[in-house]
């Protein structure tokens, strides 16, 4: 059974620093590309940063540029996302995601095949 399941949420204090997780099992994802997505209360879900099948490609959406960095480890078949700086408009459930057939970064949801259950991040003003 393929999952992705994400790891390292919780309550942190505005200015604070989380690191995500989504550790890969059933296939290796190296050689797709991956991203972080967020969904906040009553909202759509959004990319947050995707990266390419080997980490040398990174993307981020502005409104978390210089304050998140997304990277993976292939040997670990793992996503991480490195949140700092966090602000209460980051608050969402989190999901990380893999893009079977593309191996550039994609901010198009639509062409993620799997998904993870998502991990909730709250952050405290």
């Known amino acids: 059974q393929v999952q992705l399941v994400e790891s390292g949420g919780g309550l942190v204090q505005a200015g604070g620093s989380l690191r995500l997780s989504c550790a890969a099992s059933g296939r290796t994802f190296s050689g797709s590309a991956m991203g972080w997505f967020r969904q906040a209360p009553g909202k759509e879900r959004d990319i947050v940063a995707a990266?390419?099948?080997?980490?040398?490609?990174?993307s981020y959406v502005d409104s978390v540029k210089g304050r998140f960095t997304i990277s993976r480890d292939n040997a670990k078949n793992t996503l991480y996302l490195q949140m700092n700086s966090l602000k209460p408009e980051d608050t969402a459930v989190y999901y990380c995601a893999a893009d079977l057939k593309r191996k550039g970064t994609t901010f198009i949801t639509d062409e993620y095949n799997y998904w993870g259950q998502g991990t909730q991040v709250t952050v405290s003003s």
């Open positions: 990266i390419s099948w080997n980490g040398g490609t990174t």
